[in-house]
Structures are given as C-alpha cells and as structure tokens.
C-alpha cells in the first residue's frame, strides 16, 4: 500500500474514530488524490522528486480530528517532491497554546489528539492516536501541546499550515454580538505572538499558510467574517489566509450539535481542497524563490499591550443567571463558562464604575461539572474580582451567556482564574 493510500485510510479511520457510533460517510475509494490534484493544478515543486524535498509542518485544533488534518497530511505525504511531512492535531487550542509564552507553557489538550509524523529512515510514518470513539467509551487522556519553538528547530520546514480559529466563536456572546475594540485586542492578543515568532525565527520557513474556519451554524456569518478578517491582518503579513468558508457548505451530512465540527466525505474534500489552494499558490509563487521569513523585508505589528492587573473589590447581588448546558452540547471540550449577571451594591475597594458585573462562572473543568449551587437570585456576596484578560487561559475557552449584558465586559472570581487545568495555581482544579 502506497503512502497516499495508507494516508488516506488513517483520515478514514481517524473521521469514523471521532463521530463514534455515527456513520462516516466517508468515500471508499482509495485513490492518490494529492498527487492528481497537485498534478492538474502542475505544482512541480510537489510533483517532481527533488535531492532536498520539502518538508511540511500541519498544525490543527480539533477541526482536524474529523478527517481534514489527516487527508491534507496524505495529499502531501503522497507527492515525490515532499520529503517529510509531520502533521499534529491537538484538540481544544488557540495560538498561544503552540508556544511555550506563559501563561501556555504547559497547555495540554484534554479532547483530543492526533500525530504524524514522519521518521528519517522510515518509508512508514509515526502516529499517535488518541480521541473520542476510538473504541466503545473511550475518553482521551491529556496531552501536553507541543510547542512551535521546539517543533521549528526538529522539524526545520519549508511550509507551515496552521488551522485555528473555531475557538474564538464562543467569545461573542449568543454567537452574533461583535464588540469591535474588545474582541478585535482578545483575537489579537491570541494570534499576534505567533506570527511574531514566526517572522523573526522561522529560518526555513518559505511558504506560511493560515487555514480559516469552514462555514459553522453556531455563530452568524458576520462573526464569521470577523474571526476571519482579524486573523488575516496578521496572518498576512507574514504568508497567506486561506478561506475555508468558500470550499464548504453548512450544514453538513454528519455534523455534531455544536454545529461546529463534522466528519466524513465533507471533512476529507475540506483536506483535498485546502491542499489545492496550496498547490495553486505554490505554482503561482515559486517555493524555490521565495525567501525564509526571517529574510524578508516584513511589516510586523506592535507587540500587543497587556491589559493591566486590576483587582477589585465588591459586594454583588446576583440578578440573573445563565442555565448551565449539557455537556453534549459543548463536548468535546472539558472546559466551559456561564455568565451571571450582578448588581453592583458596594464598591469596596479598587475602581469598578458600572452599575452591573458580568461574572464567568466556570460550570465544567475537566468535563467536571462544578457546583454553582451557592450562587442565587437575590443574594449578596462580597466578591474580589478581575477582567479576563485578553490572554487568559480563560480568554477563548467556550462559554454562554444569556443574561442580556452585551456591553459589559467580563470578569471572573480570582480563586476561579487560577482554576483552569493549565493554570501553574491549579492545586485541585475540580472541587
């Protein structure tokens, strides 16, 4: 079995793995499609076998677990002129979870996780497999993210496929409020870094490529744009923003009640169709001329300003709360967040000027559900409180909020911010 053609069964096997007891509609004949496509699109870079192939880095949050990453790491894997191909998904993860700035030095995904990779010497690649509905019950375990840092200088590759951006969805609240300034810094705070780091020690990167979100029914499509708008800013300056909303088509024939993720024949074409706007551009942008990033003459944005630490102290009576969801609904995240919305009775100490807070309770850690009973309609608690900063681990996890409060931006209980499971004050994250 050829290389493609085992590619092609793992992105089988690894979409009907993720929809569990679902049907994966996926297409039973096994053909080397990255090759056809790479030669109809005459990308010789991909299809002419070179001394010194390229070698290819595919980063995935947990879009990628339902075929896509693993049918886009076959299409490469499959082409003469592709030398190595090492291909991650980890399940849960935003941009600064790649990289090793605190406070996701330690991120691990809890969802979901897929590798492979490549093995100088070996004609078969390495994997690792990890992920809901791999056998009857199955729960994944943690894994630590790797970090770009360390992949960079292992991997040392000439293309760089990044898909990302699916979980800063849940940060607009009943997926359709935009907040220009609040959720324009919140994105850019997540994506800037990487695109930073990037630029300035990507000694062999060539091609850099940014895969958006496919079309999704949980959020509208303004949001959608926004998401992606805000990313391309940055993306761009140092490679290409590729829309995958324009290669699919929502809803899907096997979809999960996120309206979010799917699997099956939609997933695979997702991976055949980003690996043709690749192809398409690297036969129009010569790979073989094309500078390493850190050798180019880049327009960078300024670094992003942290927002300041800014404890505040107040008496709060609870007004009306979000009802906590079925873990169904959000899985296969571990985390997620309900807003409650306060009267401010007293400021006791700091500076808070509105006359409501918006609180983000955690209602699950862990797939945990955690007991909010204490906090009722009509009682009052005095309360020392922060923003969720722009990058908080908290930031993009997945929340609801149905208490009406658009204008208000959210905080949380400090003993609560240092609940996340990647948090280094994470003593006993579940009580």
Not at 187 to 216: C, E
Not at 382 to 405: F, K
Request: proline content about 5%; some cysteine; hydrophobic content about 40%.
């Amino acid at each position: 079995m050829s290389r493609y053609l085992l590619g092609r069964v793992v992105g089988v096997l690894a979409c009907m793995a993720f929809c569990g007891a679902f049907a994966c509609g996926a297409t039973t004949a096994l053909v080397p499609r990255g090759l056809e496509i790479a030669n109809n699109t005459g990308a010789t870079c991909l299809t002419t076998p070179a001394e010194k192939g390229l070698r290819v880095l595919i980063l995935s949050d947990s879009m990628g677990l339902g075929g896509f990453a693993s049918e886009l790491d076959a299409c490469f894997r499959s082409c003469p002129g592709v030398a190595a191909v090492h291909t991650i998904v980890a399940c849960g993860t935003n941009p600064l979870s790649w990289m090793k700035m605190p406070p996701y030095g330690k991120a691990s995904t809890r969802c979901g996780f897929l590798r492979i990779e490549s093995v100088a010497g070996k004609k078969m690649p390495e994997e690792e497999k990890d992920f809901y509905g791999m056998t009857k019950g199955h729960k994944p375990a943690a894994h630590r993210v790797p970090k770009i840092e360390d992949l960079m200088e292992r991997v040392k590759p000439d293309i760089v496929v990044f898909q990302n951006g699916n979980n800063f969805f849940d940060i607009f609240k009943q997926g359709r409020v935009i907040i220009e300034d609040t959720h324009g810094k919140l994105i850019r705070a997540h994506v800037t870094p990487l695109i930073r780091w990037l630029a300035t020690n990507g000694s062999s990167v060539r091609k850099f490529y940014w895969v958006g979100s496919p079309q999704a029914g949980n959020v509208t499509p303004d949001v959608q744009q926004f998401v992606f708008d805000r990313i391309g800013t940055e993306a761009t300056r140092i490679g290409v923003m590729l829309d995958s909303r324009k290669i699919t088509s929502y809803p899907y024939k096997n979809q999960d009640r996120d309206k979010m993720h799917f699997w099956g024949k939609a997933a695979l074409d997702w991976g055949d169709d980003i690996f043709r706007l690749i192809a398409e551009d690297l036969i129009a942008n010569d790979i073989n001329a094309a500078l390493v990033l850190t050798k180019r003459n880049l327009e960078l944005a300024d670094p992003v300003a942290k927002a300041k630490e800014g404890d505040v102290s107040l008496r709060l009576r609870l007004k009306s709360m979000t009802k906590v969801p079925a873990p169904e609904s959000f899985a296969p995240y571990g985390e997620f967040l309900v807003g409650y919305l306060y009267d401010v009775v007293k400021v006791r100490t700091g500076k808070y000027e509105n006359k409501e807070l918006l609180m983000m309770h955690p209602a699950y850690i862990k797939h945990l559900k955690q007991d909010l009973s204490r906090y009722r309609t009509g009682k009052e608690f005095d309360l020392t409180v922060s923003e969720i900063l722009e990058d908080s681990l908290w930031a993009p996890v997945h929340r609801r909020d149905d208490v009406g409060a658009p204008d208000l931006f959210p905080y949380m209980i400090n003993e609560d911010i240092g609940r996340h499971p990647d948090s280094s004050e994470c003593a006993d994250c579940n009580r």
